[in-house]
């Protein structure tokens, strides 16, 4: 990877299935479901859909194309590319959220993601054979995380599938964007819609189990409860689910297009790569998880599961569920390999703006880019394994998923909107587009995104964030623990920022253009 | 399942079936 010879990806359909796969996650399968069967069922997929259109779309489109653009002046992290879009040198301080928030993501998703490879491991291994209760699951899964006893309490094993998940993670991105992130999305993404379809056609045809028919179950979810959308909190959750679904917000997606060619149809990639995404969504997500448990469970008590949270849908009720069926073993290791896929391609469009801050700001070889992260990320770890029966994860997670996003979001639009202005921005866009996108978009992203986002960031501030801010239900044992995740997380982004301050007063690398309308007149401040 | 149930469904996923196709085949067509 030099300034000379930039990376790329080397087809059209790698770069739409890294996107793809960067939003297709765990949340697909786990979170989607619970979110629509708790928030109205059908009618739920009225205010999912109206967010698609008004804030998933403009934004996914707003981040392909500030990408391109920051790709085309030799920037792909958020600190380079908005300094060289507005030519502004405290822009590079707003980018640092597009290093920052995926780089806490990535610390606590790949624990995560190691235990979907370690249940898939004990799944075909036969270790939940007998556990019939869910209650007894969750002692295995807690076992297995060292916080109690159970089936899974094998001492080592927990850190065996985290230094594999590890390996895995830190070699694709080592390998490079189209040798390794295009590689194992090409494929990846065709074996996890495989899985999916197959876990599908499974759950679709289950007869004569269970307390209740694939129908009861199907209706549970889809079954509309349209008094729920008076419901403002049904609103809220249908945008955060589409926010969340469509990995926007992070920047990953932004460093991602920023390795497309000047001349490429983002327009139509970038509705691809979502349309892909709803389809493992709605149509596969969907169809799996939450009919499955009403079919082995019955309504209340899946309520009580979606209630739980995703994890107690994922981890606890379908081990239980899949080993009831013909081949349990073989399903559940396909039900946790699908998870487990879902979270490797986007972990790793969580590292590459890191990845790439480290390589186009400081000079760093791919090599020692990928080192560096890597200590950084096992340093972090040692707090996130060890006190995660306190809630330091918990903690990460909402402020990252539930604030941090919504933020980043905001500060793209205004970027796009105002900074770089929207007529570059929509330009910019819908060059080499072969779709022509409607102009409603244009007035959507200027005017109804901002004020959106606007909303869902003070709603959830006044919702949740404060609460949470003054510890409201934590346990006083756990208290410290918290406290000590908020100021780890503090710190980070205190280093972060003095790296983006660093980075922009040394000699900067050359770029492979010109860097920018603005920057040329400030370039001499700048540096 | 109840009609409404159906409903929701179908439409659903005729939208999503429907914004797939269109993507893949213009990507397809445009080669």
């Not at chain 1, 972060?496 to 860097?515: D, E, G, K």
Request: aromatic share 12%; charged share 15%.
């Amino acid at each position: 990877m030099t300034a000379s010879t930039p990376e790329r990806w080397a087809t059209k359909a790698g770069v739409i299935l890294a996107v793809a796969g960067s939003a297709v996650g765990l949340g697909n399968f786990l979170r989607f479901p619970t979110q629509a069967a708790l928030y109205g069922g059908g009618a739920f997929m009225v205010p999912y859909f109206c967010a698609f259109l008004l804030l998933g779309m403009p934004l996914m489109w707003c981040e392909w194309a500030l990408g391109r653009r920051g790709g085309s002046l030799g920037r792909h992290s958020l600190p380079g590319i908005y300094l060289a879009l507005t030519g502004r040198r405290w822009a590079r301080y707003l980018g640092v959220l597009g290093i920052y928030i995926p780089f806490v993501i990535l610390v606590y998703y790949t624990y995560i993601q190691s235990w979907t490879l370690g249940f898939s491991v004990f799944s075909i291994l036969g270790r939940f054979r007998g556990v019939a209760e869910r209650e007894a699951m969750e002692a295995a899964l807690l076992g297995y995380l060292g916080i109690g006893e159970g089936p899974l309490s094998v001492p080592g094993w927990g850190l065996l599938f985290l230094g594999i998940t590890l390996a895995l993670n830190f070699w694709v991105i080592y390998r490079g964007v189209s040798a390794g992130i295009e590689r194992l999305s090409r494929i990846a993404m065709p074996l996890l819609f495989v899985m999916a379809i197959v876990l599908m056609v499974r759950v679709l045809t289950l007869r004569g189990v269970g307390v209740a028919t694939v129908g009861q179950g199907l209706d549970f979810l889809w079954r509309p409860d349209f008094g729920k959308l008076r419901d403002a909190s049904v609103w809220l959750a249908a945008a955060g689910q589409i926010f969340f679904t469509l990995s926007l917000g992070l920047g990953a997606i932004i460093t991602y297009s920023s390795y497309v060619r000047p001349d490429e149809d983002i327009a139509l990639k970038g509705l691809t790569s979502a349309s892909l995404n709803e389809f493992c969504e709605v149509i596969l997500g969907a169809s799996i998880a939450i009919p499955a448990a009403v079919v082995f469970f019955g309504a209340v008590e899946t309520t009580a599961i979606a209630q739980g949270g995703s994890f107690n849908l994922g981890f606890m009720a379908m081990p239980v569920i899949l080993q009831q069926m013909p081949l349990g073993g073989l399903l559940g290791l396909v039900w946790f390999l699908l998870l487990f896929f879902a979270g490797v391609t986007s972990s790793v469009s969580l590292m590459q703006p890191m990845v790439a801050f480290l390589h186009d700001e400081f000079g760093w070889s791919r090599r020692r880019a990928t080192v560096g992260l890597f200590g950084m990320t096992a340093a972090y770890l040692a707090p996130v394994v060890l006190l995660n029966k306190y809630g330091f994860l918990d903690e990460m997670d909402f402020w990252a998923c539930n604030m941090f996003l919504v933020l980043g979001a905001l500060v793209e639009v205004i970027v796009f909107v105002f900074l770089l202005g929207i007529e570059r921005g929509w330009e910019e866009l819908t060059r080499g587009a072969s779709i022509r996108l409607p102009v409603l978009f244009r007035y959507t992203l200027q005017y109804v995104t901002p004020l959106y986002l606007l909303i869902l960031l003070v709603s959830w501030t006044w919702q949740q964030a404060l609460p949470k801010l003054w510890l409201e239900g934590v346990d006083p044992v756990a208290r410290p623990v918290v406290i000590a995740s908020r100021l780890l997380m503090l710190v980070v982004l205190a280093a972060m920022l003095l790296a983006v301050r660093t980075a922009f007063r040394r000699p900067q690398p050359p770029t492979t253009h010109s860097l920018g309308p603005h920057l040329e007149e400030d370039e001499e401040h700048v540096r | 399942m109840s009609v409404e149930a159906v409903v929701m469904m179908g439409l659903s996923w005729a939208a999503i079936f429907a914004l797939t196709a269109f993507c893949l085949t213009r990507l397809v067509t445009r080669r």
